[in-house]
């Protein structure tokens, strides 16, 4: 019995962790370019809406899912057109995109099935598929917790590795990351700051839709109303934790999928149920503080070496 509470515990932390994962790596690709990314939860509550309507209509989970990307991408440059082209403020343009997404995403749902709350009843989306990895799937505890995952969540890990590759051995990545240090001298040198911009939001914004096309299209099959529940801002907080590294916001953002099961297993107990949905975002909070201090301490640590 304690096997498989183990097995099925360590399971469902890889599965919570997916969307996470996508949301850092949305956030980390704008830390690493200099940019404040708060806006990962549209880009995922665009990529899942699209890709389910899309999904829907073309009776095809690759084409809803490619949809889901280029809807979060879109957004990204949506972001990219208000505060570079539009020199509207980072902050406020991606509060009125949180805020117009929210709504905007039930609209087009009204709009399109006159449903205001889940997708399911108007329209029949496809899922992306699960994968039982050979050979891996017949060892016991690890088989169980690491196979049969869907696609998505193994393509997290990928899109973590391949990303830290890209901004650290890449010419690309070594232009993303100059700018992110110092804008002016980089564009001194001949970098477009504003086309570095672009393809970080454009990026980031793919990243997330691939994280929204998970909770409609793998988590669930349907849209339902604010359904990325602040994922996206727990995934900017995982990015943060460790400075925009790929690998590590991926890490991170298991530590809050952890905390995220063990919220889905007091769910089954008589815990308060409030007081249980509360808990990833309270570790959310908890951790971000010992960070906080670790950081503090090592920076006064350094100014009185020196």
Known sequence: MNIRLITSFGFSVLRLSTPLIFAALSAAVCEKAGLFNMAAESMMLWGALIGVVISGVTHSALVG?????????????LIWVATVKGKADLMLAQIAINLASS?????????????????????????????NIPGLSAIPVI???????????????????????????????????????????????????SKI???????????GGIGGAFMSMGYLTSFTKDMVAGRGYIGLSASSMVSGSPIGSMFCALIFGVADAVSNQLQLTNAPADLVLMLPYIVTIVVLVVISVIKYNRATHRVKAS
């Open 103 to 131: 709504g905007g995403t039930i609209f087009l749902l009204f709009a399109l099935t006159g449903e205001k709350s889940n997708s399911a009843v108007a329209i029949k989306s496809l899922a992306l598929p699960k994968i």
């Open 197 to 207: 911009y672009l393809l970080a939001w454009t990026l980031a914004g793919a990243l």
């Open 65 to 77: 899912f490619l949809a889901a990307v280029v809807a979060g991408g879109i957004t990204g440059v």
């Open 143 to 193: 088989g169980p917790i690491l196979s049969g995952h869907n696609i998505l969540t193994y393509g997290a890990v990928a899109a973590a590795i391949l990303l830290q590759i890209f901004i650290h051995r890449s010419k690309t990545g070594f232009h993303i990351r100059a700018v992110g240090e110092n804008p002016h001298a980089a564009e001194s040198v001949g970098i477009s700051v």
